[in-house]
C-alpha cells in the first residue's frame, strides 16, 4: 500500500472497497457457473430430436 502513495486516511476506504469488489466478483462468477449449469440442462432435456441421437432415459424416480 505504501507503493500507491495514498494518504494514511484513505488507506481503510480502499481496503474495504477492494474487499467489496472481490466479493462482488465472486458472486458473479458463481451466478454465472449456476446460469450456464442451468442452460446446459435445459438444452439436455429439449424436447426435439435429432436423426441417429438417442435421448438419455428418464426415470420416473
Keep these: 500500500m505504501a507503493d ?3 494518504p494514511e486516511s484513505d488507506i481503510p476506504f480502499a481496503l474495504l472497497f ?7 466478483g ?3 462468477f458463481i451466478a454465472a457457473v449456476i446460469a450456464a449449469v442451468a ?5 439436455r432435456y429439449l424436447p426435439f430430436r435429432v ?4 435421448s438419455p432415459p428418464r426415470w420416473n424416480g
Excluded at 39 to 43: A, C, I, N
Excluded at 51 to 54: K, M, Q
Design 4 to 6: 500507491l502513495e495514498l
Design 18 to 24: 477492494f474487499k467489496v469488489g472481490m466479493e462482488i
Design 26 to 28: 465472486q458472486l458473479m
Design 39 to 43: 442452460v446446459v440442462r435445459l438444452v
Design 51 to 54: 436423426p441417429g441421437h438417442r
